[in-house]
Nanobody
């Protein structure tokens, strides 16, 4: 059973930074891709970023150049470094596991395990 636990959310002013962490257990972290999604208030869940086991990264256009996804295999942890935050980045952020040979990195249906989410609120 894979478990994912996010942390690091909070309230920050526009232009500020946060780092989200997602600690994984129970899976094969070394071969699985990991992703971050977010759900803004009243909207659908959307893709933010993903990273493969080999370190290849994918980003939504809305966060390119501001967010960076990384992973530490020794700690079984994936991070989302968020800079130049905007009020429209306000959302619940979820990490998720994409198993090997699943579908597109950009689609939530390609991910099988999800964390409980962490709230990020950016004030203007």
């Amino acid at each position: 059973q894979v478990q994912l636990v996010e942390s690091g959310g909070g309230l920050v002013q526009a232009g500020g930074s946060l780092r989200l962490s997602c600690a994984a257990s129970g899976g094969n972290f070394n071969v699985d891709a990991m992703g971050w999604f977010r759900q803004p208030p009243g909207k659908e869940r959307e893709f933010v970023a993903a990273i493969t086991s080999g370190g290849v990264t994918y980003y939504a256009d809305s966060v390119k150049g501001r967010f960076t996804i990384s992973r530490d295999t020794a700690k079984n942890t994936v991070y989302l470094h968020m800079n130049s935050l905007k009020p429209e980045d306000t959302a619940i952020y979820y990490c998720a596991r994409r198993p090997v040979r699943a579908g597109s990195y950009y689609y939530s249906a390609s991910y099988d395990y999800w964390g409980q989410g962490t709230q990020v609120t950016v004030s203007s």
